[in-house]
């Protein structure tokens, strides 16, 4: 496969390539999908059906308005797994 970059996409693999210590374009290129795949988390198919189940019933509880406003989930979340 052959890709074309710009000359500003080459300065900034050439400069990955240098921080990261690879030592040929492809190594970046894998390090990258890598951190991708990181990013994106597993897919819902791939999880438990626990997981699969909770996420479910949270989706329909939001669906039926029963969520909470995040500031005060979040303060839940801050007093009690924050030490005071």
Same mark, same amino acid.
Request: zero cysteines; glycine letters at 6%; charged letters at 40%.
């Given at each position: 496969?052959?890709?074309? +970059?710009?000359?500003?996409? /080459?300065?900034? !693999? #050439?400069?990955q390539m240098r =921080?990261?210590? /690879?030592?040929?374009?492809?190594g970046i290129v894998?390090? *990258? +999908? #890598? =951190?991708?795949?990181?990013?994106?988390g597993p897919c @819902?198919?791939? +999880?438990? *059906?626990?997981?699969?189940? *909770?996420?479910? #019933?949270? !989706?329909?509880? *939001? #669906?039926?308005?029963?969520?909470?406003?995040?500031?005060?989930? =979040?303060?839940? +979340?801050?007093?009690? @797994?924050?030490? =005071?």
């Open positions: 496969m052959t890709i074309n +970059l710009s000359p500003e996409t /080459q300065r900034l !693999l #050439e400069e =921080k990261h210590g /690879q030592v040929t374009p492809e894998r390090v *990258a +999908l #890598e =951190k991708l795949d990181q990013e994106e @819902f198919e791939d +999880l438990d *059906a626990d997981t699969q189940s *909770a996420i479910e #019933e949270g !989706l329909a509880e *939001a #669906e039926r308005g029963e969520g909470r406003p995040w500031e005060q989930v =979040k303060e839940e +979340l801050r007093s009690r @797994f924050t030490k =005071k």
